[in-house]
Every structure is written in structure tokens, then in C-alpha cells.
């Protein structure tokens, strides 16, 4: 995968980290061949940095940490040069997370909860304190490790105790409170890595970005979130962790180990100072938006999202037992797949390291040896022995142009018809200024000269934009509903794909409320009702994911060779020696009579608009 770039680029061969020289030369993996003067961090030569990524629950706990170590181990003594991102210690109860504790203390010190304030205190060093001991046992390291790990939470709590006065939390404060957990395992993982002979060097990027100085004006004037400003947090993290990594150079003495002299930078995923706040601005992918950062910078050969799944899969396998894993995506597909409702990496995260043509892999901590699922921007289109292995064994021949289905569940759909008092472009214009004004985001969306129909996850604001939406014409609305997405970026160069997916629902007796296909053709859409979501998932899997879609030649589609069979009036034998299939009497396959069969119902049905489904 990272051998399909020149390794050397302008930005050096392992993106200005290494010292100027004759650089190597690549091998296929995007690793050097050892013939150039080196990187500053080490004596490994020439090696493009692989960046690793680890969440929250895989670090979550000691025996998490320890299995980590041995991934990074695992990739020094591959000639992996690696830098590590850390997100702070969670488990799979999102309240026992040190994220949601800290926010948690902050609520409960804006509340005057003292008490409360406290046992989220000590709740938080006993987890980050268990932690160390499991991985480090009772040793001077560890116990000094401790202390300092103590004295970060008891500073916090001083912070928290002076917002309790203040009665004021900011957003500058609660980035403040929230880059703690970050800090700590951050710092905890660079001493475990430590403690195993490996050389490793803890790196905060809590003050990457400056701090406006109170009473000058650009206090008064936060700097804009834009290209520039993105920019510029790019190259200050990447000189950070290359002043790091120059300063690990210089004091790396190797290791007992055999695992080389790269002295591995253990990087927060929290950044700061961000203008209007952290989660304002990026959210809560934050960590890997930093990672994406820090590979782009170095010209890492890889970026690799550690999760606790084995990558991106064909369906949610909690809801489709034969879901399989994708060996290869491409990122539009990838994109489409987050913001429908899979969980993979924020698209704005991934376009920082796409743009450089840098791939990025999804694989599980618990099974580091799967290959898991790469994102490559590289490939305009998958190669044909990727797709022979999108499939699972014993699948049907050959691969369908879609490779995944989606579910988003929980989404109102807002229908707005004008009242011809506005002409068309005035209408839109209205409606969408009113949902910008109302803070409200659209999934998806169908338009026609006079009428809109759209989706919305979220609808905290919705009522007072009904109000207002009530001055562009009728509205109605209905929740409980679900999107339903086929994604594939093979799905544009297929006649009926469409028509496919639709006759399939029909099929599964799947009404459908709403339909939308962007002009890149990789999503088609549909809004279905909530009782009939999963079933639709399970069809359009089964049906579409995993049978080869072969355009009008389809089963579902393809009459029967003229000679074939005997057909209706047809005459005597059908050309002889035609194989014998339970074709109909006019020619068509079973799953054709089936299909037809679906049609007719449809159209006996009476009329029904969108607005009357509406309204119920």
C-alpha cells in the first residue's frame, strides 16, 4: 500500500523528519532498504513513519495497555518506525470513560456538588492508578509514576473547585478539563513502553496552538476556523512531534530488546488552544483528526485506526450475522458509510491524509494479526482480486457493485410544500436559511419545483423551525422513520441498480417513504419505516451485497434465451436442446414471476403522496 508513493518527496523521506542526505530507496511496503544516512530518531535508515492510532478501550485498562505494547513491539521489529496516538482510558460503559467522568465532575462543580465532585475524583485515580500497577507492577518507576499521575488529578480538582466560584464553565474550560484524559494515558503508555525495554517519549499537544493574551485584541478576536487555520495546526503538531523525535535521537541508546533505536512518540489526542472550544469545533473525534494530522505531516506510509472490530464491515453484524469484512474501500465509500451510520472515521478526519494519497487501515487490538479493512485513495477503482476477496467463502460467484448496507435509525422526515407565494429559487433559499438559522442538519434530501422533502436526525430546535417553515407553505412532518443506504462506487457503471434495490424491498414487502441518490451515485437512499428496517438490511444484504449484480442480465430481470425453451406460442421445440428450465408461459424466470407479481400489487394500490403519508 505505501509503496505506491515516491518516498522522495519534497517533505524528505519520512515527511522532514529525517536529516537532510541521500535518501533510500523504498520497498513495496513503503519501507526503506536502509541505503540512506537515517532517520534523526534512530539508526533504521530512511522509513516512512507509520502512525497508529489506539481509542479509548484499548487502552482502557492495564492488561489493554500491555497487548498494545506488544502491537507496537509487533511493529518495531517489522522496520516499522511507529508514532503512537492515545485517546484517554474508557471500557465499554461510556459513563466509566475518563472523558464522561471529567465532563461529569465539571457538571457537578458547575452544580456546587462538592461531594459528588469528589468521588469522580477518586474514581479517576483509582482507574488511571489500577492501571499502572497491572502493567508495571510495584516497582520505583511505577510508584513514581503514580505520584505524578495523582498530582495531575488533584491539580484538576483545584481547576474544578475554582469554576465552582467562578460559576462560569467556557468552552476554553472544558477543553481545559477534557485534555486531561489524554494526558494521562498518554503519559502512562509511554512509561509501560518504558518499562518493556523499548524507548519511548510522552509528547502533549495541550499548547500546540497559542494562547491570545488577555486584554490584547486578539483575545477579543478568537481567529477563524478555516483552511489557513488547519493548516497552520498541521505544521505546529508535526514540529512538535519532529522536535520530539530529534530530541529521543539524541539521547536513544537502543534497546536489549532487538527492536532497533527509535525512541516511539506516545502523542495526546487532544490539542489546544481551539478557538470557540474543542468539541464545538472538531467533536468527539477528535484523536483521530490529530492522527490524521500527524501522518499527513510526516508522510506517514500508512495511518492505522486501532478499534475493537476487525474493520469495516459489509452490514452491522449485530443485526446481519453473515456481514463480512471488506478487504478494501474506497474513501468516498468510506465517507458515505460514516455518515450513514456506520462508525469508521469522520470524514473530515480521513480527507487530511486521503489528499495525501496516504492509506488508511482499520484493525482490532484484540486480533492484531487480521489484516483488517484498508481505505485507499490511491486506486481510482478496487482491482478484481480485491473484490474476490470481498466476498466470503461460499458466497455466490462473482461481486456485487455495492459492498455495503447501512441503517440510520430514528430520523424525521420534514416535508415542505410551497404555497407558490415564493418562486423556486426563493424557496429553497427560505428553507434552507431557516434550518441554518435553527442549527438543524440534513441526511437527506428530495426535491421538485415545489416541494421539499428531507431527513433529520436530530430535532432538538424543530419546533421553532416549524413556525417559521409554516410561512413558505405546508408542512408536515413524521418521525420514527429509518434511512436505509447501499453504497458502492462501482453502483453508477451498473443500468438498473436502482430498480434492482427497490424490486427487492418490494419483494420483503418494504414500503418505502422516501427516496434520494446524490449525482455521485454511490449512495442510493430510501427512507423506510422503522418496523421494517432491519428486514430491509437482511433483503438488500442477502439479495444485493452478496450476489453479482449483472445489470439487465440480472435473474431478476433476463427473460430466457429465444431457442432456449418452449415459450408460449412459440412453436414446437425451442431450437432443440435447450436445457429445461421451470420458466413461466411467457418466458420469464421465477424470480421474475415474483417480481411482476410485486409490480401489480404495487400498481393496484391506490395513489398515494408523500405529503398524505404524512399525515397519516
Known amino acids: 500500500m505505501g509503496g505506491r508513493r515516491d518516498s522522495s518527496s519534497d517533505r524528505g523521506a519520512?515527511?522532514?523528519?529525517?536529516?537532510?542526505?541521500?535518501?533510500?530507496?523504498?520497498?513495496?511496503?513503503?519501507?526503506?532498504?536502509?541505503?540512506?544516512?537515517?532517520?534523526?530518531?534512530?539508526?533504521?535508515g530512511s522509513v516512512r513513519p507509520l502512525v497508529m492510532k489506539f481509542g479509548g478501550?484499548?487502552?482502557g485498562k492495564g492488561e489493554r495497555m500491555l497487548a498494545v505494547a506488544a502491537i507496537v513491539r509487533k511493529s518495531l521489529s517489522d522496520g516499522d518506525c511507529p508514532i503512537v496516538v492515545v485517546s484517554a482510558m474508557s471500557t465499554y460503559v461510556k459513563d466509566e470513560g475518563t472523558t464522561a467522568r471529567l465532563l461529569d465532575a465539571a457538571n457537578k462543580a458547575m452544580g456546587q456538588d462538592a461531594k459528588g465532585l469528589l468521588r469522580v475524583i477518586n474514581k479517576l485515580k483509582t482507574s488511571h492508578v489500577v492501571a499502572i500497577h497491572e502493567c508495571m507492577g510495584e516497582t520505583e518507576e511505577s510508584q513514581a509514576l503514580q505520584e505524578e499521575i495523582n498530582e495531575d488529578i488533584d491539580r484538576m480538582r483545584l481547576f474544578l473547585e475554582a469554576l465552582q466560584v467562578i460559576g462560569e464553565l467556557s468552552p476554553r474550560s472544558r477543553d481545559v478539563i477534557m485534555g486531561l484524559g489524554e494526558r494521562l494515558s498518554a503519559k502512562i503508555f509511554a512509561a509501560v513502553l518504558r518499562s518493556k525495554g523499548l524507548g519511548a517519549q510522552f509528547i502533549t499537544l495541550e499548547n500546540v496552538l497559542e494562547r491570545p493574551q488577555s486584554g490584547t485584541a486578539a483575545a477579543d478576536r478568537a481567529p477563524e476556523v478555516n483552511a489557513e487555520f488547519y493548516s497552520n495546526l498541521r505544521d505546529r503538531i508535526t514540529a512538535s512531534v519532529r522536535a520530539a523525535t530529534t530530541a529521543g535521537a539524541r539521547g536513544s541508546t537502543g534497546s536489549a530488546s532487538g527492536a532497533g533505536a527509535w525512541t516511539v512518540p506516545v502523542v495526546t489526542g487532544f490539542f489546544g488552544f481551539v478557538p470557540s472550544?474543542?468539541?464545538?469545533?472538531?467533536?468527539?473525534?477528535?484523536?483521530?483528526?490529530?492522527?490524521?494530522?500527524?501522518?499527513?505531516?510526516?508522510?506517514?506510509?500508512?495511518?492505522?485506526?486501532?478499534?475493537?472490530?476487525?474493520?469495516?464491515?459489509?452490514?452491522?453484524?449485530?443485526?446481519?450475522?453473515?456481514?463480512?469484512v471488506l478487504a478494501r474501500i474506497s474513501p468516498e465509500e468510506a465517507a458515505q458509510l460514516s455518515f450513514f451510520g456506520s462508525e469508521v472515521i469522520h470524514p473530515f478526519s480521513m480527507q487530511q491524509v486521503v489528499r495525501e494519497k496516504i492509506p488508511i487501515r482499520i484493525k482490532n487490538t484484540f486480533k492484531p494479526d487480521q489484516p483488517g479493512t484498508v481505505i485507499d485513495?490511491?486506486?481510482?477503482?478496487?482491482?478484481?482480486?480485491?473484490?474476490?476477496?470481498?466476498?466470503?467463502?461460499?458466497?455466490?460467484?462473482?461481486?456485487?457493485?455495492?459492498?455495503?448496507?447501512?441503517?440510520?435509525?430514528?430520523?424525521?422526515?420534514?416535508?415542505?410544500?410551497?404555497?407558490?407565494?415564493?418562486?423556486?429559487?426563493?424557496?429553497?433559499?427560505?428553507v434552507f436559511q431557516i434550518l441554518r438559522d435553527c442549527q438543524l442538519s440534513?441526511?437527506?434530501?428530495?426535491?421538485?419545483?415545489?416541494?421539499?422533502?428531507?431527513?433529520?436526525?436530530?430535532?432538538?430546535?424543530?419546533?421553532?423551525?416549524?413556525?417559521?417553515?409554516?410561512?413558505?407553505?405546508?408542512?408536515?412532518?413524521?418521525?420514527?422513520?429509518?434511512?436505509?443506504?447501499?453504497?458502492?462506487?462501482?453502483?453508477?457503471?451498473?443500468?438498473?441498480?436502482?430498480?434492482?434495490?427497490?424490486?427487492?424491498?418490494?419483494?420483503?414487502?418494504?414500503?418505502?417513504?422516501?427516496?434520494?441518490?446524490?449525482?455521485?451515485?454511490?449512495?442510493?437512499?430510501?427512507?423506510?419505516?422503522?418496523?421494517?428496517?432491519?428486514?430491509?438490511?437482511?433483503?438488500?444484504?442477502?439479495d444485493v451485497i452478496c450476489k453479482p449484480y449483472n445489470g439487465l442480465a440480472s435473474p431478476m430481470l433476463r427473460s430466457p434465451k429465444r431457442g432456449s425453451v418452449e415459450s408460449n406460442g412459440g412453436g414446437g421445440g425451442g431450437g432443440g436442446g435447450g436445457t429445461e428450465t421451470n420458466f413461466s408461459a411467457d418466458g420469464l424466470s421465477p424470480a421474475a414471476v415474483a417480481a411482476k407479481a410485486a409490480q401489480r400489487a404495487l400498481q393496484q394500490m391506490p395513489p398515494l403522496s408523500l405529503t398524505d403519508e404524512l399525515t397519516g
Not at 396 to 417: D, H, P, W
Request: glycine share 10%; proline share 2%; charged share 20%.
Open 57 to 59: 478501550t484499548s487502552v
Open 277 to 324: 472550544g474543542m468539541l464545538e469545533v472538531i467533536g468527539r473525534g477528535y484523536t483521530d483528526f490529530t492522527a490524521a494530522l500527524i501522518a499527513a505531516g510526516v508522510n506517514a506510509r500508512e495511518l492505522q485506526i486501532w478499534k475493537e472490530v476487525d474493520g469495516i464491515y459489509s452490514a452491522d453484524p449485530r443485526r446481519v450475522p453473515d456481514a463480512h
Open 442 to 542: 440534513i441526511d437527506m434530501v428530495s426535491t421538485s419545483q415545489v416541494d421539499i422533502s428531507m431527513t433529520l436526525a436530530k430535532t432538538e430546535r424543530l419546533e421553532s423551525a416549524l413556525e417559521q417553515l409554516r410561512s413558505c407553505g405546508d408542512v408536515t412532518c413524521k418521525a420514527g422513520l429509518a434511512i436505509v443506504s447501499i453504497i458502492g462506487k462501482r453502483m453508477k457503471r451498473s443500468r438498473g441498480i436502482a430498480g434492482h434495490v427497490f424490486t427487492v424491498l418490494a419483494l420483503h414487502h418494504v414500503n418505502i417513504e422516501m427516496i434520494s441518490q446524490g449525482a455521485s451515485e454511490i449512495n442510493i437512499g430510501c427512507v423506510v419505516s422503522m418496523a421494517d428496517a432491519d428486514r430491509a438490511v437482511h433483503a438488500l444484504h442477502s
Open 14 to 44: 519520512v515527511g522532514g523528519m529525517a536529516e537532510d542526505g541521500v535518501r533510500g530507496s523504498a520497498n513495496s511496503d513503503g519501507r526503506s532498504n536502509g541505503n540512506g544516512d537515517g532517520l534523526a530518531n534512530g539508526s533504521k
Open 377 to 430: 485513495p490511491c486506486d481510482e477503482l478496487v482491482s478484481h482480486a480485491d473484490l474476490a476477496m470481498q466476498l466470503p467463502a461460499g458466497t455466490s460467484g462473482g461481486r456485487s457493485e455495492a459492498v455495503a448496507v447501512t441503517v440510520k435509525k430514528g430520523v424525521t422526515v420534514l416535508n415542505i410544500t410551497s404555497d407558490q407565494k415564493l418562486a423556486s429559487p426563493g424557496f429553497f433559499a427560505r
